[in-house]
């Protein structure tokens, strides 16, 4: 017999504390209003733009907005908020349903974080009840960084354990950099704008070896396409032939850079495709964007990195000289059915 999903949880009455879903472009700047606000305590990354939030909102995939998304607010002030959706993994029979909640951390160990937990929670179950089942069940995930101490105890607390660890890693470019020569028969060749498209099919296909990875869709290279980070100038694409080898898709998130007061440039979206693999191609194509950085005067590089990626990166990473700063951590639990 087919469980019933959850109910959603009534709110909790605490003076001054509102709920809403989401209403409209207000939405947006109060989550930057609160990101920013977690930025000064040391709990969110900088750089975040209103451009980025509208960028992403307009191309969501499996996410109602009007249902999926719930915005708080103390005495008329954005305290935090919380957007779900859900996604098919690829190599397992498992849907998991993906949360991001961001909070003051006053509130986030409160009744008003285990509201919200409890609220997810039967969202998660009632999407579950109108989607085919799958064998592998339903998953919930939330994704906090060591530093977000009150998430932490808050997701605990409800049952959720670190399911993946993922390193925030960094590099000098002071001094004498790291040189590895791209392998025989292969090229480097600038991205062009006819071609970003088959760049991006193939960093997709690259990356369905990936842990929790799952299906794209035109919404997805909508998003990537009018993102402010995209700079297919600085990216190293590596060719054999009319064959995309690998690449690493640089960036440099000026607005990060100015709050930050550092010079910071991304090596992100490395990948290499499987008949190319084994053969140090990685390596090569992180150390060119290295000298590349450093060209433009750049003093650092920075990456993220799944700690248990199979094809182990971390490992090269390491040797090529980067360290961790940050730890974030992937906390899950089966979804929880009524009974």
Known sequence: MTAKPLL????PEIPGISFHNYQS???LENILLVCNRLYELGIHEGGLELDELKNDYAHLNNCDLARDFLSVSYHNQPAGYIRRYWENLIAEETRVHINILWMLPEW??????DYLISWVEARASQTSADLPPLTGGNRIEFLAPETDKAKLKLLERHGYRPLRYYFDMSRSLEGELPDHPLPPGLEVRPALSS??????????EAFKDEWGSTELTDENYAQFLNDKTNHPELWQVAWEDDQIAGMVMNYINLAQNEQERRFRGYTEGISVRRPWRGRGLASALICRSMRMFKALNMTEVALSVDAENPSGALGLYTRLGYQTYLTKINYAKNLPEAS
């Not at 071609?195 to 997709?204: K, M, N, P, T, Y």
């Open 8 to 11: 959603l949880p009534e709110p």
């Open 25 to 27: 472009e207000k939405d």
């Open 108 to 113: 986030m160990d409160s009744p008003v974080g």
């Open 195 to 204: 071609q970003l498209r088959q760049i991006w099919d193939a960093s997709i």
